[in-house]
């Protein structure tokens, strides 16, 4: 089974603190991406990543920012955690472009609350 | 605003019942289309696919029919049942697109036994 896996389902920072989300695939896909997740306002990307060491913003980079020394590891770096970055953080990867439909793999989702 | 999105942000159904859910685009130039289903705490999961060289698509129990007219995709789902129950996105794409794919908002499914 193809698996994309965060490090952490439920974190609980507090304000001002540094926070990581880990994803891992063993899939050897060249693209991974980050998406936040909202009532209401449905899965916005982040960040993704098409090779190691290389990285795109999404449509709500701001506030963060990400990390890709592997190509199986996507990390998610909030520097300095705010009450308005409290959401469901999904990890995704696919296969290159061309190489496959598009189609993304989803971890199960990292559910940060900060205080 | 986003290229995808969804007409009603909850439908419920009777367990027994065939359930259908709509989706419209925006981006003409999208030919690839994915509906993901994501239930309580999980990330989502993929269902169906269609390319729009296609009008209709069956899988097990689904059926994805895209309308590039009116640009309008939907989720059909037949015999509803308890395990159905989870929130449904579109998402479209360019096809062999790499760079994500855009999300509707989803539509939560809710089954009535």
């Known amino acids: 089974d193809v698996k994309v896996t965060q490090s952490s389902r439920y974190l609980v920072k507090r304000t001002g603190e540094k926070v990581f989300l880990e994803c891992v695939q063993d899939m050897d896909h060249e693209n991974m991406f980050w998406y936040r997740q909202d009532p209401g306002l449905g899965l916005r990307l982040i960040y993704f990543s098409y090779d190691v060491k290389m990285k795109e913003k999404g449509d709500i980079p701001e506030g963060y920012s990400v990390s890709r020394e592997k190509k199986e590891r996507f990390s998610l770096i909030l520097e300095s955690a705010s009450t308005n970055q409290t959401s469901m953080y999904l990890c995704?990867?696919?296969?290159?472009?061309?190489?496959?439909?598009?189609?993304?793999?989803f971890g199960e989702g990292s559910r940060l609350t900060v205080l | 605003g986003e290229s995808v999105g969804l007409h009603l942000p909850t439908l419920s159904v009777q367990e027994g019942d065939n359930s259908i859910i709509n989706c419209a685009y925006s981006?003409?130039?999208?030919?690839?289309f994915i509906w993901y289903k994501q239930e309580s705490g999980k990330g989502p999961q993929f269902i169906i696919d269609?390319?729009?060289?296609?009008d209709k698509r069956q899988g097990q129990r689904v059926t994805v029919l895209l309308n590039k007219t009116v640009k309008h995709l939907s989720l059909q789902i037949a015999a509803t049942q308890p395990g159905d129950s989870a929130v449904y996105f579109c998402a479209e794409n360019i096809w062999g697109g790499a760079d994500g794919l855009t999300f509707g908002k989803g539509t939560h499914l809710i089954i009535q036994p």
């Open positions: 995704a990867s696919s296969r290159l472009q061309g190489e496959g439909t598009g189609e993304l793999f």
């Open positions: 269609i390319r729009s060289n296609m």
């Open positions: 981006n003409s130039a999208s030919d690839y």
